[in-house]
């Protein structure tokens, strides 16, 4: 324990700040181990809240793999609050990790969990305030180094000048292999170059960007392109090949203070046995993997006894596709309903199944169904190969309604290819559907909320190669939602405009945004991904000053033989697979826009 620092931010620092308690660490279960008895010292970070950062599952699970190891330990950092970084700053004190409060510059490595675009500025704020140089070219031997893995990591361009090392796919056992191996390289000596090299090298499933040049296209965009032979061309994703056999967390962190999602979350399956077109995720994540129900069950009970949380959350793309989803449910339920243990399953298919899942779910704690339709009209889900029915929906609803739930959120896409008034008019006469069905069971109109998001075209989907809506469509969609509502208990949710712009800019772009993601740090750009935070005049500023051109990166169209930024990373099922079902979307298009 880095006394010294500690006494210094608790007297000068957090009197001073909002939810102190979030920079204190002590918290029940979190890993302390005396930095003198062990060999290798990891820093994991996610580039938000601690609120949001310790509701995220990835945290605690790459947390106790690491620390599972008796000579590595590894602590957190979140991104400081306004309040709590000009405070460091006016102090002249870094920032430290939770645990031990050592500064950032102190550790081997520091990691970053990319789980959204527009925290990007705030990956600069830690690095900053810990004392580690931003760009990698200008890190020495002594600096830790810096990795950085998750779901932003399949276009790691943006963010390519400031990370030593992307880690593509999954990280429990690749992460803990990598930080070993750098602990030797640097211990024997040498230059940092050559270390990272070395990774490269060795590690097939590791991107490091200075081992990799730009050549820029006849059409102006780059690739990367090795340096030499030994250094893969493609990243290849790392895969845990068995799941249920890695531990699941039993011990998690209990947060000292109030966070996002306060429940212990156990992943139950890892893939999605469907192929939407629109999701990163279901391409990004194969192939698909589970967990025994007896594994989950004994977990859940463990996890229970230590922490005493009163809610368990099953995880994965599509929990009720899990193979032995109702006897899991009708288990957990029979071991854990006379504690007073709520079981939730965030992420239900609509499909017939609901019909009867719904009869599985309790209303006991929580009144309220939440879906995904995505679409709301049949033939729009078969161009995004989203294959459910809405009379699954409507009978799944008014069963749930029967069993007490008296809520449903439905999640919507907005500027899909393709789309039609008739296919927004969709989402308002669904939901209105739904509530109206709501008073046919109970005697008064269901709450229903409709989630409407942007569409944004992900790298690594079929759809990498459109288009993005422009502002004006969005805000004109977004309009007609809300005057197409008629019941006063439909709520219409869209997300804002600006934030999915720059959301795509950020998940489209190539290493030429780095300019521009420092200098709109540099301006005061934090936490982007808050609506009440986002600065876009600045950033529409910045990527003028830095040549950015956010037409050509959003709304161009290209074809399927387009080199892309992000073409260096793979997925296992390959491009070829992505292109087919390019085509057959674009046939499913054709097929809406003349009403086939």
Known sequence: MNV?????????????????????????????????????????????????????????????????????????????????????????????????????????????????????????????????????????ESDPLVIAGGPCAQNPEPLSRFIDVFLIGDGEEVLPAICRRWLEWRSRGGRRDEWLHAIAREFPHAYVPSCYRLEMLADGGPVRVPREESVPAVIAPAVLADLDSFPIVTRPIVPNVEVVQDRIAIEIMRGCPWRCRFCQSTTIKRPLRYRRAETIVEAAWEAYRNTGMNEISLLSLSSSDYPQFEPLIRRLR?????????????????????????????????????????????????????????????????????????????????????????????????????????????????????????????????????????????????????????????????????????EGVMARGDHRLADAIERAWRKGCRFDGWSDQLDSATWRQVFRETGVDVDEILHRERGADALLPWDHIGIRQGRQYLERERQRAATEVISLLHGG
Not at 71 to 94: H, I, K, N, S, Y
Not at 447 to 458: E, G, L, Q, W
């Open 4 to 140: 010294q620092l500690k006494e210094a931010v608790v007297r000068r620092i957090l009197p001073r700040v909002q939810t102190p308690g979030q920079y204190l660490g002590g918290e029940l279960h979190a890993v302390t181990k005396d930095h003198r008895q062990i060999r290798g010292k990891l820093c994991f970070a996610l580039p938000d809240t601690y609120a949001i950062g310790m509701s995220n599952h990835a945290v605690q699970v790459l947390y106790h793999a690491v620390n599972r190891l008796e000579d590595w330990v590894c602590e957190r950092v979140f991104a400081p609050w306004r309040d709590m970084e000009d405070a460091l700053r006016q102090e002249g004190l870094p920032l430290y990790s939770l645990e031990s409060f050592t500064p950032l510059h102190a550790f081997d490595v520091v990691g970053f969990s990319l789980q959204y675009e527009l925290c990007y500025t705030n990956v600069l704020t830690i690095l900053d305030l810990g004392g580690i140089p931003l760009r990698s070219r200008d890190r020495g």
């Open 334 to 502: 029979e071991t854990f309903v006379p504690h007073g243990v709520a079981i939730s399953v965030p992420s239900l298919r609509v499909n017939e199944q609901l019909r009867t899942l719904t009869e599985l779910l309790s209303s006991e704690r929580y009144s309220g169904l939440t879906v995904a339709p995505e679409a709301a009209l049949d033939d729009m889900r078969r161009q995004i190969n989203k294959r459910i029915r809405n009379e699954d929906l409507l009978e799944g609803c008014r069963r749930a309604f029967r069993r007490g739930f008296s809520r449903v959120k439905l999640y919507f896409l907005c500027g899909l290819p393709g789309e039609r008034e008739a296919d927004l008019a969709g989402i308002i006469e669904l939901a209105e559907d739904i509530s109206r069905l709501g008073r046919e069971v109970q005697g008064k109109p269901a709450a229903v909320t409709a989630s409407v998001s942007n569409f944004v075209p992900k790298p690594h989907t079929p759809y990498q190669w459109h288009a993005m809506q422009t502002r004006d469509y969005f805000e004109s969609a977004h309009r007609f939602l809300k005057t197409r509502r008629h019941m006063r208990s439909v709520r219409v949710k869209c997300h804002p405009v600006e934030s999915s712009l720059l």
